[in-house]
């Protein structure tokens, strides 16, 4: 057997991107804002600039019509302060199953009001009072992004209350940072890159090890482990690893605890 050594970890291959060609008479966009005449004065502009407006008044309704209609939306213009559930958990929320833009708006331009959002998934932060050819502007370039995948991998993965920061090699879970070696990121990158997707211990081998490099299959399940049990100690479900008896592993995204959805602001 060979002696392991150290290989540059590869980049998992992007799955084929759902491709959105850009026309603002087919792009969809879903307003959640509780300000009655905000509301309809944006709708009115969008729907002006050619858009199909959908609109909700709460939290909870807005999370409900983007989950039905999520195979259709381009871009989420979401209110922060909303009654009931707030910007931040139907934020949160979507992010576990989609990666589609979400522009935020909020009354507080705190600096830290906007990290929290960014932190969360968001792809733009307004401030009110705002320009509405500014916010339109900002809208458009949200549809644009979307209508056309990108060419280089993302550099985010959100999966449930995951966070995989590519660029920084970076684990969180709900927020609290997870070190991990780096063959435990590895697998975890390769994984979580395509959730649902089995991978036999061999394809993990070559994913994370290399191909030119033998290895003990079990040294897969070892780290599989171990992976585990940091994911577990930060509050993810051990579960979110399924094992595929007799075949590998593959990644299960958690579903979103419904205290985080519902709750209070």
């Known amino acids: 057997m060979r002696v392991m050594q150290e290989t540059p970890l590869k980049q998992p291959t992007p799955a084929p991107a759902r491709i959105h060609h850009y026309d603002a008479d087919q792009a969809t966009v879903l307003l959640v804002e509780d300000d009655p005449v905000l509301r309809s004065t944006l709708a009115y502009n969008l729907s002006r600039e050619g858009f199909r407006v959908l609109t909700a008044g ?3 309704s807005g999370l409900q019509l983007a989950r039905h209609e999520l195979d259709r939306l381009d871009v989420v213009v979401l209110d922060v302060m909303l009654p009931g559930i707030s910007g931040f958990q139907v934020l949160r929320a979507l992010r576990a199953k989609t990666d589609i833009p979400i522009l935020l708006l909020s009354a507080r331009g705190e600096e830290q009001d906007r990290i929290d959002g960014l932190e969360l998934g968001a792809d733009d932060y307004v401030v009110k009072p705002f320009a509405l050819r500014e916010l339109m502007a900002r809208v458009r370039e949200g549809v644009r992004r979307r209508a ?3 060419a280089q ?4 993965l959100y999966r449930g209350p995951l966070r995989v920061e590519i660029d920084r090699r970076q684990v969180m879970v709900n927020g609290t940072p997870v070190p991990l070696r780096p063959k435990e990121y590895g697998l975890l990158l390769t994984l979580t890159f395509e959730p649902g997707r089995v991978f036999s ?3 993990l081998l070559d994913a994370v090890w290399g191909e030119d490099v033998i290895v003990d299959e079990r040294t897969v399940d070892v780290h599989i482990s171990w992976l585990r049990g940091k994911l577990a100690c930060a509050g993810l479900d051990a579960a979110a690893i399924c094992t595929v008896y007799g075949v590998g592993y593959r990644f299960v995204v958690p579903e979103v605890q419904e205290s985080i959805v519902l709750g209070s602001n």
């Open 148 to 150: 056309v995948p990108a």
């Open 201 to 203: 211990r061999q394809n």
């Open 153 to 156: 991998p993302p550099t985010v």
């Open 58 to 60: 709460d939290g909870e």
